[in-house]
């Protein structure tokens, strides 16, 4: 199905990309989404020289997990008292570790999961996902994972140079609090098990650069840093906005209201982000459909809830896409690699001249052909909809 539509509407430009597999790497999954007369989602996924041993750094693409992750553990807590508002503070057990201070950008004047979760899903923010990590563990990640059937993907670092490799076995200890008292307090951890890449020594470039700016002229080992395949994302991006499509057990154990907070900081454009607020672009970090900088439709009411990836070359994107006034929802998953010098850190990828325009072309491919695909039942949703009616 996929390749009759790409090679029948894609532009030049974008068949181009697609006869270069080997040197693109290109992998795609898209999800064609129907109703029954209930309302009950059934999804027919499509795979597009998709390769789960073909390894990419999912960088941010973490932060769908770990938000995930987040909002099933805090619901745990829920008996001390403590929600996704709850100030929290972090303390430092070890030499790698840091403690947090006050947010001003909070409207409590403390952190917050929420404001964790905001950050990292409406603009990427790295600090709040490393404190989302400690705030999970190692082991709690690893094993909850594996209970929910992702087998093969490693949460397994933080994003914080030099101590992101051995810091990540060891988290700090994390209190909520309430005024002058104690909520609950999670003592400092140290994990138990220590998980490698499922396809051993994977690699990526021909050569990369260090973080001191040391150029080493061989391939550069992943078998220590996170790897999150395109289906098992694909899957959690189901499992958020389609729950009924999957069976019970491999759904999230998250409360409605908290999973309302999840789609909605995905969803929201940067303008509307409140404490903090953020001056970006509507398409900062919308990369597919209009990632390129294209403008959504006047006529439409389009709604992107998405997490991105961007590093070593990869461009990434993990979107749920709605058109309200249209009767149109997919899901879309996609990575590219945008480094013609197939060296890693050097700051020279083509961003902007290959990825975006691709993954942006091929939302727009996808989004026509499904504003044009016949439902038997329409598409309805207005709890996700009211979301940004408040």
Not at 48 to 74: D, I, R, T
Not at 221 to 235: I, K, Q, T, V, W
Request: charged share 20%; net charge neutral; glycine share 6%.
């Amino acid at each position: 199905m996929l390749r009759v539509l790409f090679e029948t509407k894609g532009s030049a430009f974008f068949k181009q990309i697609l006869q270069q597999p080997d040197k693109y790497r290109y992998q795609i999954i898209y999800s064609q989404i129907d109703r029954n007369r209930k309302g009950i989602p059934f999804v027919t996924i499509h795979y597009y020289h998709f390769n789960k041993s073909n390894y990419f750094y999912p960088a941010s693409l973490v932060k769908l997990p770990a938000s995930l992750l987040a909002l099933q553990k805090l619901g745990s807590l829920e008996s001390f008292g403590v929600g996704p508002e709850t100030p929290v503070v972090f303390d430092s057990a070890w030499h790698c570790q840091t403690r947090s201070g006050k947010d001003v950008t909070q409207l409590s004047g403390w952190p917050s999961l929420e404001g964790f979760l905001k950050k990292m899903l409406v603009v990427s923010d790295n600090p709040s996902y490393n404190r989302t990590y400690e705030f999970l563990g190692y082991d709690y990640i690893a094993n909850t994972l594996r209970q929910k059937g992702y087998t093969d993907t490693r949460i397994i670092q933080r994003f914080d140079f030099p101590c992101d490799s051995l810091s990540a076995y060891n988290t700090n200890p994390v209190c909520f609090i309430k005024g002058n008292d104690t909520l609950y307090r999670q003592p400092a951890a140290q994990a138990v098990q220590r998980l490698v890449n499922p396809y051993g020594d994977v690699y990526m470039g021909s050569r990369y650069y260090d973080a001191l700016g040391n150029l080493y002229p061989f391939p550069r080992s992943f078998m220590f840093n996170n790897y999150l395949p395109l289906d098992e994302l694909h899957r959690m991006l189901i499992s958020t906005y389609l729950p009924e499509a999957l069976a019970e057990e491999k759904r999230w154990d998250i409360k409605p209201e908290y999973a309302g907070l999840l789609k909605k900081y995905m969803g929201i454009w940067p303008r509307e982000c409140r404490n903090p607020s953020f001056g970006y672009a509507d398409h900062f970090k919308k990369y597919l459909l209009m990632g390129n900088g294209t403008p959504l439709p006047d006529t439409s009411d389009v709604r992107i809830f998405n997490v991105v990836g961007r590093a070593f070359g990869l461009l990434a994107d993990c979107a749920y896409i709605v058109d309200f006034k249209h009767n149109v929802e997919f899901c879309v998953t996609a990575v590219i690699y945008c480094n013609e010098e197939d060296v890693l850190n050097s700051d020279r990828y083509q961003y902007e001249t290959i990825g975006l325009p691709f993954l942006g072309e091929l939302g727009q491919l996808l989004y026509r052909e499904e504003v044009q695909r016949e439902k038997r039942f329409p598409f309805s949703n207005a709890d996700l909809r009211s979301l940004f009616d408040k």
